[in-house]
């Protein structure tokens, strides 16, 4: 498997209190990922980087904020969880080109 | 907007049988993924297919690619319980880095 980890697996918050989920991986692989997964919905992109210090949007960013500082750990911030918030958080590495994602363990966040 | 769209999305067959899953999306793309997921687990890896035409095999599952079509099939061959996941398919569009998901087809074997 490949190396990734998340941190924390599980969390249950607050509505309107900050929340950070780790991403850290030993594969020392150029992209990093953050996708929400929700029943109904498939696997939908928040924000994925391609570099240190170099992140993007995705198809679902708004209220969700990353930061790269280190190539192995992608952190993503909910600045103020909401309700809707409420997911599953899976963060995937690749190395580029055309290699597959390969997806880390999972953080459930249910914001109350 | 690159739609990713996967039919059937719930689907119940017995042992033995064989079936298909089909992926079809809306741009320009040669670049396709499977992902099996089993409950309250991460995805798993299974095919990548790179070309047109692309077919690959693992044990009772094939995919193949039809860039032309836009199309991409998961096919079952005597289907096992082990096989009980939902399936994802993912497209990478040519003009980007990210992966847009299929919502999954969930496959239940039965006896």
């Known amino acids: 498997d490949a190396g990734i980890t998340q941190s924390p697996r599980h969390k249950v918050t607050e509505t309107g209190t900050p929340v950070t989920l780790r991403c850290h991986q030993t594969?020392?692989?150029?992209?990093m990922y953050w996708y929400r997964q929700d029943p109904g919905h498939g696997l939908r992109l928040i924000h994925y980087?391609?570099?240190?210090?170099?992140?993007d949007k995705g198809e679902v960013s708004d209220g969700y904020s990353v930061s790269r500082s280190k190539t192995e750990d992608f952190l993503l911030t909910l600045e103020s969880a909401t309700s809707s918030q409420t997911s599953v958080y899976f963060c995937?590495?690749?190395?580029?080109?055309?290699?597959?994602?390969?997806f880390g363990p999972g953080t459930r966040l249910l914001v109350l | 907007e690159l739609k990713v769209e996967q039919n059937p999305l719930f689907l119940s067959m017995q042992e033995g049988k064989n079936y298909t899953i089909y992926c079809n999306y809306s741009?320009?793309?040669?670049?396709l993924y499977w992902y099996r997921q089993d409950p309250g687990k991460s995805l798993e890896s299974l095919f990548v297919?790179?070309?047109?035409?692309a077919v690959k095999q693992e044990g009772r599952l094939m995919a193949s690619l039809d860039t032309k079509a836009r199309l991409s099939t998961l096919h079952i061959t005597a289907a096992v319980h082990d096989l009980s996941a939902t399936y994802f398919c993912?497209?990478?569009?040519?003009?980007?880095?990210?992966?847009?998901f299929g919502k999954g087809t969930s496959l239940l074997v039965t006896p």
């Open positions: 995937a590495i690749s190395s580029g080109g055309w290699e597959t994602q390969y």
């Open positions: 594969e020392n692989h150029r992209y």
């Open positions: 980087s391609y570099g240190v210090k170099d992140t």
């Open positions: 741009t320009t793309s040669d670049r």
């Open positions: 297919l790179l070309s047109n035409g």
């Open positions: 993912a497209v990478e569009p040519n003009s980007g880095y990210a992966l847009n």
